[in-house]
C-alpha cells in the first residue's frame, strides 16, 4: 500500500540534534551525582546496541529515581545550550517537508524551551511540540499529537532509539530509524523499522515520495549502508 504522510514526528536528541557527544560529557557527573555505574569510554559502542530499558538496568539506575535524573539532564542541556547544534543538513531536510505541505510535529523527552533554542528559525516549521516526555511516555504524548493534528494521511515517527519505535508501535503509526543517532544502526534495523535513513536528505527524499511503501519489507528496500 503506498503512503502519502501528512504528519511526521521527529524525536530530537540524536534526531534532529547531535546530543550523542554532549550527553557522553556529563554523563559520569550525572552517574555520580545518583550514585549509579559510571560508563567507561571504552564500553559506549556495546551500551548503544542495548534498549533504554536495558541500558537502565545495566546502569543499575533504580525507576524512582528517572524523573530526578531527566529534570537535571534537561537543566544541564540549558547550561550547554550553545554546545549542541543541529546535524548537517537537518535544516534543509525540515525546509522540503514544509515546503512540501507536510504538517511537522516534534515529540521529545527533552523540555521545549531546549528544543525551540537549538532549532532557531527551524522551530516555526513545527506545528505541535509535545515535550518532556517520561523516558517511556513518548506514546502518550504521539497519540496526543496524531489527534491534535488530525493525522490526515499517513503519520511517521522518526528518531534514532528502539524506545522511538515502541512508541510508534504503540500509537499506531511508522517509524523511520535514523542512522546517526544514539543505538546503534545494526540494532535499529533488527527491530524492522518501516524505513532506516542514511542521512537527513534521505528523509526528504522518501517522505516526499509517494512511493513509499508502509510495511515490514520497507526497511530494507530503503536501507542503503552496509551490511
Not at 22 to 41: E, K, L, M, T
Not at 147 to 173: F, M, N, P, Q, T
Not at 206 to 211: A, G, I, L, N, P
Request: charged residues 20%; hydrophobic residues 45%.
Amino acid at each position: 500500500m503506498r503512503r502519502s504522510f501528512g504528519l511526521v514526528v521527529f524525536d530530537f536528541d540524536g534526531t534532529l540534534a547531535d546530543t550523542f557527544p554532549w550527553f557522553c560529557s556529563v554523563i559520569n557527573g550525572v552517574a555520580r551525582r545518583y550514585c549509579f555505574r559510571q560508563i567507561d569510554p571504552a564500553e559506549t559502542e556495546a551500551l548503544r546496541g542495548l534498549s533504554a530499558r536495558a541500558l537502565i538496568r545495566e546502569l543499575g539506575v533504580p525507576a524512582w529515581k528517572l524523573p530526578f535524573i531527566t529534570r537535571h539532564m534537561h537543566s544541564l542541556a540549558a547550561r550547554d545550550i550553545d554546545a549542541i547544534t543541529l546535524f548537517p543538513g537537518i535544516r534543509d531536510m525540515l525546509r522540503s517537508l514544509d515546503e512540501a505541505g507536510i504538517t511537522l510535529a516534534i515529540v521529545s523527552s527533552n523540555s521545549e524551551a531546549n528544543i525551540r533554542c537549538v532549532l532557531g528559525p527551524c522551530a516555526a516549521r513545527f506545528r505541535h511540540y509535545a515535550c518532556g516526555a517520561s523516558m517511556f511516555g513518548k506514546a502518550r504524548r504521539l497519540t496526543a499529537v496524531m489527534r491534535k493534528a488530525g493525522a490526515r494521511g499517513s503519520v511517521i515517527y522518526i528518531g534514532d532509539e528502539l524506545r522511538d519505535h515502541d512508541a510508534a508501535r504503540v500509537a499506531g503509526c511508522d517509524f523511520g530509524a535514523v542512522s546517526w543517532g544514539y543505538t546503534r544502526h545494526d540494532a535499529l534495523v533488527a527491530g524492522r523499522p518501516d524505513a532506516v535513513f542514511e542521512h537527513p536528505g534521505h528523509i526528504s527524499e522518501v517522505v516526499c515520495s509517494t512511493e513509499f511503501r508502509g510495511s515490514a519489507s520497507a526497511a530494507s528496500n530503503l536501507y542503503e549502508g552496509p551490511s
